[in-house]
């Protein structure tokens, strides 16, 4: 006779140990019967059953630390595992989630000032630009200057061709700035004076003046470079499409206590109606008095004031427009780009939406047009 013993009966055995299992478990508490968890008793959870002895676990649940930030895992023969959640750099694990740290007051890895300013702010004096603390002292800034930087203290940019006096002046002068990075232009801040050719009173600050205190601010795009295309060559660099033309009615006007040949000069700041948003490249600025819009024989003239040290950050260059007698630049002459008649600099602040304490960045005017020889 056959000593073997049918499969029925080792299975039966193999159930019975199953079970008992079931009620002590190799931990010291109760393994459930579905030791693999696919939902199923069978066979395949004795085979795990047979390869888990000499460990201490049956089943994940018998290796849960208590710990939501760690991946609790059964090996039948290594026994329990308890792996750390791995979060991506700038997140931490919070009752098994991964969440950012910002926030947290601590600078942690990957945090700079752009993706998280809660943690790293900038000191005083200098701005986030693209995730680092950079100055702000000259930055958007082309700082007016009383040294007659360029040999001009002033530049006329400004609309009264009905001069009671007889003195008209219709001109526009453009300056040149180039950024680095996209940005969006929403406030600009500006100098100058009132030249009075017999006007008893050309004083912006005076709320009566409502003439004196209109403008017409425009953005260009630069022409690229003129006909023949070589990049940053002394051709013309004149402007090119128009981004912005908006006459407004400036508010905020100061005298700043300083003086260009004997005459106050004035700040005026003015939030652009639609923030411009602006790629990197070069671009083309135009402020000018329209005092022609309120009062054709106005005999104020407006001069916008020259830039330079300190600092000198911009390339010595601007362009001038007109005929002194027509104010609307569709009519004008072709700019002269570079114009003998304005080889300076212009004093004004280019800033982003916020105002003024968030100065536009600009990069190397240079790449507008080199430096007068």
Same mark, same amino acid.
């Given at each position: 006779m056959s000593n073997r013993q049918p499969i029925s009966t080792f299975?039966?055995? *193999?159930? *019975? &140990?199953?079970?008992a299992t079931n009620s002590s478990g190799f931990g010291g508490g109760p393994c459930p019967t579905d030791i693999n968890g696919d939902g199923v008793t069978n066979v395949l959870d004795l085979i795990d059953l047979l390869l888990a002895f000499g460990t201490d676990c049956c089943a994940q649940l018998d290796c849960d630390d208590g710990d939501p930030c760690t991946v609790d895992d059964c090996d039948p023969v290594l026994g329990c595992s308890n792996t750390p959640i791995n979060c991506p750099p700038g997140e931490q694990c919070v009752a098994g989630m991964c969440v950012p740290l910002c926030g947290n007051g601590v600078v942690d890895? !990957?945090?700079? @000032?752009?993706? @998280?300013?809660? %943690?790293?702010? @900038?000191p005083p004096g200098e701005q986030c630009v693209v995730g680092e603390c950079q100055p702000v002292v000259i930055k958007g800034c082309q700082q007016p200057d009383n040294l007659a930087h360029g040999g001009a203290l002033t530049g006329f940019s400004t609309c009264t061709p009905g001069s009671a006096a007889g003195n008209e002046s219709a001109f526009a002068i453009v300056d040149d700035f180039n950024i680095d990075v996209n940005q969006t232009l929403g406030h600009v801040k500006w100098w100058g004076i009132y030249v009075t050719q017999g006007a008893p009173n050309c004083d912006p600050t005076d709320p009566l003046n409502v003439a004196v205190r209109i403008f017409e601010i425009n953005i260009y795009t630069d022409d690229a470079d003129g006909a023949d295309n070589i990049p940053f060559t002394l051709d013309d660099h004149c402007p090119g499409a128009n981004l912005l033309n908006q006459i407004s009615l400036v508010t905020s006007v100061v005298n700043t206590g300083r003086t260009v040949a004997g005459l106050p000069v004035f700040e005026f700041d003015? /939030?652009?109606? *639609?923030?411009?948003?602006?790629?990197?490249? =070069?671009?083309?600025?135009?402020?000018? !008095?329209?005092? %022609?819009? &309120?009062?054709?024989?106005?005999? =104020?003239?407006? !001069?916008?004031?020259? *830039?330079? /040290?300190?600092? &000198?950050?911009?390339?010595?260059?601007?362009?001038?427009? !007109? /005929?002194g007698v027509t104010c609307n630049l569709l009519l004008f002459a072709p700019w002269i780009c570079p114009s003998d008649a304005s080889l300076y600099d212009l004093a004004w602040c280019l800033s982003e939406p916020a105002g003024p304490l968030t100065p536009i960045n600009l990069g190397n005017p240079e790449r507008c047009l080199p430096p007068q020889p």
């Open positions: 299975l039966g055995i *193999a159930a *019975a &140990v199953l079970l890895p !990957g945090e700079d @000032c752009a993706n @998280c300013p809660q %943690d790293v702010q @900038c003015l /939030d652009l109606i *639609a923030p411009i948003p602006l790629t990197p490249g =070069c671009y083309h600025l135009s402020i000018r !008095g329209r005092m %022609d819009l &309120v009062d054709p024989i106005s005999d =104020c003239i407006f !001069g916008w004031q020259t *830039a330079g /040290d300190p600092p &000198v950050i911009g390339n010595g260059r601007s362009h001038q427009q !007109g /005929d």
